[in-house]
């Protein structure tokens, strides 16, 4: 791992922390006088691999970082983070199923871990340059970070599960409407199949005395047919009604 070329009087002890590929973690290094601080980017969803920007604090207080700047670079990479964190709460915000949810977690989830090991870092700055009151202010500024964004984590889990359970108590609601509407057109089949069976194997060409009734008498026993299955219905509908009383649930107050 190169650090900047021209970072020529960084200490060589800590030059050899360093391994030949990676910068590894997040870190504070402190030799000499010299305060070394290895820091990663604000994470995408997609990115696993980690980039590193180095801030390097020397002896007198004057700060450099690898990509050109002072300490107002490090208020700005901090900036980034609190950049990153200000879209997802907009996309929380903006989020309405547990598909948008479940997408804010995979992208809130790595920047709330660098956001933790950033603050992790700060913090072991700052008990190593006790005079700098500079990195309080990025300390504090990384403690917030890290606690909006954890807020923002749980608020976001938690949508995700009330979601889920919503969905499963809706599929549960729907499958005791389809087994009482099942249990009364079972009940209905029950009564009217022996008599299906019979006029099936006798037929129905007993005489009944309607035969020889007026056209009108065919018109009332056909309206009174489709009074009676409009009776069942309504009976089978109440049926669905009552379950859905009796397994709603009062909204939260």
């Not at 994470?43 to 007198?60: S, T, Y």
């Not at 949810?101 to 006790?130: C, G, S, W």
């Not at 202010?137 to 990384?142: F, K, L, S, V």
Request: glycine share 6%; hydrophobic share 45%; proline share 5%.
């Amino acid at each position: 791992m190169k650090l900047p070329h021209f970072w020529q009087h960084l200490p060589d002890e800590m030059k050899a922390r360093f391994g030949r590929k990676r910068p590894g973690r997040q870190r504070a290094m402190a030799a000499q006088g010299h305060l070394l601080l290895v820091l990663h980017k604000a994470p995408g969803a997609d990115e696993r691999d980690r980039e590193p920007v180095f801030f390097w604090r020397k002896p007198d207080g004057a700060w450099e970082a690898s990509t050109r700047g002072g300490l107002a670079r490090l208020m700005e990479h901090i900036e980034e983070f609190e950049d990153a964190e200000a879209r997802l709460t907009q996309e929380y915000e903006q989020a309405t199923g547990a598909r948008d949810y479940f997408d804010i977690l995979e992208k809130v989830a790595p920047l709330h871990h660098t956001a933790k090991n950033l603050l992790a870092t700060l913090q072991a700055a700052r008990e190593a340059a006790l005079e700098d009151r500079d990195l309080i202010d990025a300390r504090d500024a990384a403690y917030e970070l890290d606690r909006t964004l954890d807020l923002l984590y749980e608020d976001t889990k938690n949508a995700l599960e009330f979601n889920i359970a919503m969905r499963a108590e809706e599929e549960a609601r729907l499958s005791m409407e389809s087994i009482s509407v099942a249990n009364r057109l079972n009940l209905l089949a029950a009564i009217f199949l022996p008599l299906t069976a019979l006029a099936g194997i006798f037929g129905m060409n007993l005489p009944s005395g309607l035969e020889g009734s007026p056209t009108w008498a065919f018109w009332l026993v056909l309206l009174c047919g489709i009074l009676l299955g409009i009776g069942l219905s309504c009976w089978a509908v109440r049926g669905r009604q009552k379950s859905n009383a009796q397994y709603s649930t009062p909204n939260p107050q």
